[in-house]
């Protein structure tokens, strides 16, 4: 949904993002950030990456018996890496838990 403010087109907040969509806008703002899109990414892999490897790595050696035999501990990691991601980690769990077509039961 895009309102169409036509008074303040061009015009941005205190951060620096537009207040109505502007795609170029929006791309200069990110360019201004100096690799800090890079870095969260340096992050969020950093983290989900081990995490991932160690799933597979119990799939592999034990199946689906493993992850049973070590839920408590992959739940507890898995909640843990989250928090560490921070907030918009969090919502994005959140929002998935409630849309049964993006992850279903």
């Not at 502007?22 to 791309?27: A, F, P, S, T, V």
């Not at 991932?52 to 839920?71: A, F, I, M, P």
């Not at 739940?75 to 907030?87: K, V």
């Given at each position: ?103 279903p039961q």
């Amino acid at each position: 949904y895009i309102v169409r403010d036509d008074d303040r087109i061009g015009t941005v907040d205190e951060e620096g993002l537009p207040i109505v969509y502007d795609k170029q806008l929006i791309e200069a703002y990110w360019r201004k950030q100096d690799g800090a899109l890079q870095a969260r990414w340096r992050e969020f892999l950093g983290i989900t990456v081990p995490f991932l490897t160690k799933l597979v790595s119990l799939l592999v050696r034990g199946g689906t018996d493993e992850l049973v035999k070590n839920q408590a501990e992959l739940a507890r990691e898995a909640r843990i890496n989250l928090e560490r991601l921070g907030p918009t980690y969090i919502k994005a769990g959140q929002m998935m838990s409630v849309r049964p077509d993006v992850l279903p039961q």
